[in-house]
């Protein structure tokens, strides 16, 4: 080799040493530099007991093939000596057992174990509660409405293996509808479940105007729910408050032993359900108005929400008891449905043993309902007015009852009962309707019942009765009297019964029929109008013993009576007929008491003369009367009449301006009264065909068909025989005899032939 060749390879060698040492150097410092790039964004510096700090953290909990949560950490830190991790930007994912959660629990540091896998944070936790659907929706829709349970406090721990999270600090959640707070909270995250230990509060918002306040929009207003503990539970949808809880509202207050709040999907106040809990005091809504306290227990009560937040029905179940400053209720359940957006009541329906009371402490007066079914109706359903009962109902047989200040009392039933009110809300017209049934009781008095197919009751301001109309095949009962009518009026305050449309009154031996009859309850006063027939079946009409066998019976246009005296006086064409006896005159009056009849003006009679002893066989004549008046006494079977009296048979006749009729009773014709004597005095006249007698007095027998003239100058004057006269005159019809005594003591026997 060369020298110059080998000073040649000498100069490449040195120059690709230097290019190697270059590089060399340069790799080098490239590495110094990383490493100063690397130690100033690291960690800071481990402490004597750390082995080493790593970049994220992720671990899962898996039953088969499903998730339950996942654990997810941005850094994590392992510390020498001990089997603890510290977690920093710490999420937790819960899916849940059936994978329809997406729950996340947010916090910024935690305390790991390696050994049981529990995670303690103990700075502020935030927890995300949503179903997995909620979620996936949530990502697809940005405009979708949220339905997350935010749920924020601090100290909690996290256990792996039963994904339990727990903590004992004070605790605050939210929802669409509301919010809450309690101290202590675990929340059970397989279940879905989120419980707060103690001091629970929950408060739920409205945005439905107050029912009667001026429209001011949708103000939102609160309901303020306390308990002694709270579950929420997310799969279930459901709110569980443990009792003593106690819901209170601007106007109203729920106390009870549990209470349950229902969600819907949304996570928005669907149901709420109170029951008495283990407390086992029954659930109870209070408020308060101008006048008093009012109440409704149950032992449940449901009230149903809508979407908007307004209630929509109201359920009771279970010995519900309702009371208020006028009256309580009682029912087995019940179902209150609510105006639209207004939460005004619209309609309520009472089912069980349904019984209403009510009662005016002013007045002294207290009215009831009893039935099975029932309804209220209100109207409203505006905003700014407030709702009033419109129309009560029942559904099935109902029975009403009033009590009244002086103690009187009213009962009412029928098929169905239904209630009409005023505008102001108060009850004025109820109506009756199937098998009306009436009861009337008043002190010192027998009880007056009535019934009818219908009927309507007027009611005053007060709630007592103040008119009761029945319709269709009234019958009434009042003490032995009864009555039938197509109508009957009862009018409180003047303690009155009108019948009205073929109405018939009866007692234990009478019968009184006319298109109308009223009855005054208190005084006893009876008048019927229209056409009036009184039928008296023992044969007496309480005063005229006319027979002992038939019936006898009174018309007339008009008829006045009173219970208490006996007394009844008919007027217009007033007609007495029993047998072949009849009366008639302008009036007939009898009374009972004294069994005594007065009959006047265009008196007007036939009765039946008494047989002869000579001719027992034969047929009774029948004698007509006339007179301006006529009075008869039973007790002594005598009619006195008076004012241009006359009384004739077939063969003759008596006038004069006063007479008297006896009787006797006849053994045939069903033992009918027959004149046996007539006494005329004050001026007599007396015919028979032709002849013609006057005297002061005339006596007429019947059993020896002889006439009596005395007083005055007795004359009896014949065509043919010429003119008698004396101190008394007495003549036979049967043998045409007269016998005249002269007043000297001498008797003087004349015969007379008789034109027949």
């Not at 017209?429 to 019934?451: D, F, N, W």
């Not at 073929?502 to 208190?522: G, L």
Request: hydrophobic share 35%; aromatic share 6%; charged share 25%.
């Amino acid at each position: 080799m060369k020298r110059s060749e080998a000073a040649r390879y000498a100069r490449w060698s040195a120059v690709v040493a230097f290019v190697l040492a270059g590089i060399t150097f340069g790799i080098y410092l490239q590495r110094q530099w990383v490493a100063h790039v690397e130690k100033k964004s690291a960690p800071p510096s481990l402490a004597e007991d750390k082995e080493r700090q790593s970049i994220g953290l992720t671990f899962s909990k898996v039953e088969g093939n499903r998730t339950i949560f996942t654990v997810q950490a941005s850094k994590s830190t392992d510390f020498k000596g001990q089997n603890v991790s510290l977690l920093e930007d710490v999420k937790v994912t819960v899916f849940g057992k059936s994978g329809d959660r997406n729950d996340v629990i947010h916090t910024h540091s935690c305390n790991y174990s390696k050994g049981d896998g529990a995670i303690q944070c103990s700075g502020e936790v935030l927890m995300e509660l949503q179903s997995a659907a909620a979620a996936e929706r949530a990502r697809q829709e940005s405009s979708s409405a949220p339905s997350v349970v935010k749920v924020e406090t601090s100290g909690v721990t996290f256990e792996r293996a039963t994904g339990r999270a727990q903590t004992v600090a004070p605790v605050k959640f939210s929802f669409p509808d509301g919010s809450g707070e309690g101290l202590g909270a675990v929340y059970f995250s397989e279940e879905g479940v989120l419980r707060l230990v103690k001091d629970a509060r929950l408060d739920l918002e409205s945005t439905a105007p107050v029912a009667g306040a001026k429209a001011q929009g949708a103000a939102a207003r609160e309901v303020a729910v306390r308990g002694s503990s709270l579950e929420f539970g997310k799969n279930s949808r459901t709110v569980v408050m443990q009792g003593p809880v106690t819901a209170t509202t601007e106007a109203q207050q729920l106390t009870a032993g549990e209470l349950v709040l229902i969600l819907d999907a949304q996570n928005r106040a669907q149901r709420l359900v109170a029951t008495p809990g283990e407390q086992g005091e029954l659930p109870e809504v209070t408020s308060q108005s101008a006048r008093g306290k009012n109440s409704l227990k149950a032992e449940k009560l449901t009230c149903n929400l809508a979407p908007e937040r307004w209630i929509q029905s109201i359920e009771v179940e279970g010995n519900v008891q309702g009371s208020s400053p006028t009256g309580t209720l009682r029912a087995e359940r019940g179902e209150l449905e609510m105006w639209p957006r207004v939460n005004q009541a619209k309609l309520l329906t009472l089912r069980g043993n349904v019984l209403l009371q009510t009662q005016d402490a002013k007045a002294g007066t207290s009215r009831s309902l009893k039935t099975n079914v029932m309804q209220m109706a209100f109207q409203g359903g505006q905003e700014g007015q407030a709702s009033h009962l419109q129309r009560a109902e029942t559904l099935e047989h109902g029975t009403s009852e009033w009590v009244d200040a002086a103690g009187a009392h009213s009962k009412l039933e029928a098929d169905k009962l239904a209630m009409d009110y005023d505008a102001s809300g108060k009850a004025q017209l109820m109506t009756a309707t199937g098998s009306v049934q009436t009861e009337r009781e008043l002190k010192g008095r027998p009880t007056q019942t009535a019934s009818a197919t219908r009927g309507t009751v007027k009611l005053e301001p007060t709630g007592e009765w103040s008119q009761m109309n029945l319709q269709g095949s009234v019958h009434l009962k009042d003490a032995d009297r009864t009555a039938e009518a197509q109508q009957g009026e009862f009018a409180k305050a003047a303690q009155t019964a009108v019948l009205t449309g073929q109405a018939v009154v009866r007692d234990a031996s009478s019968e009184t029929r006319a298109p109308k009859i009223t009855f005054w309850q208190a005084t006893g006063d009876v008048e019927a109008e229209g056409g009036v027939r009184s039928t008296d079946f023992s044969g007496q009409t309480g005063t005229m013993h006319l027979s002992s066998s038939l019936p006898a019976n009174i018309t007339a246009e008009h008829l006045q009576g009173n219970s208490k005296t006996g007394r009844a006086l008919y007027t217009g064409h007033a007609r007495l007929w029993q047998g072949p006896s009849v009366l008639e005159a302008d009036s007939i009056e009898l009374l009972r008491g004294t069994r005594v009849m007065n009959a006047a003006g265009n008196v007007r009679g036939v009765f039946q003369q008494a047989v002869t002893a000579a001719a027992p066989n034969k047929k009774p004549g029948l004698w007509h009367v006339s007179s301006g008046t006529l009075t008869y006494w039973d007790a002594d079977s005598r009619a006195h009449l008076e004012k241009n009296v006359v009384v004739q048979s077939e063969d003759q006749r008596m006038r004069g301006p006063l007479l008297d009729l006896f009787f006797t009773r006849g053994e045939g014709n069903g033992g009918t009264a027959q004149i046996s004597r007539a006494v005329g005095t004050g001026g007599v006249i007396v015919e028979q065909g032709d002849r013609r007698g006057t005297a002061e007095k005339g006596v007429y027998t019947a059993a020896d068909q002889k006439f009596v003239l005395s007083g005055g100058k007795p004359t009896l004057f014949d065509p043919e025989q010429g003119t008698t006269s004396g101190r008394e005159l007495t003549f036979f019809l049967a043998d045409d005899t007269i016998v005249v005594d002269s007043g000297n003591g001498s008797r003087t026997l004349t015969k007379h032939r008789v034109q027949r």
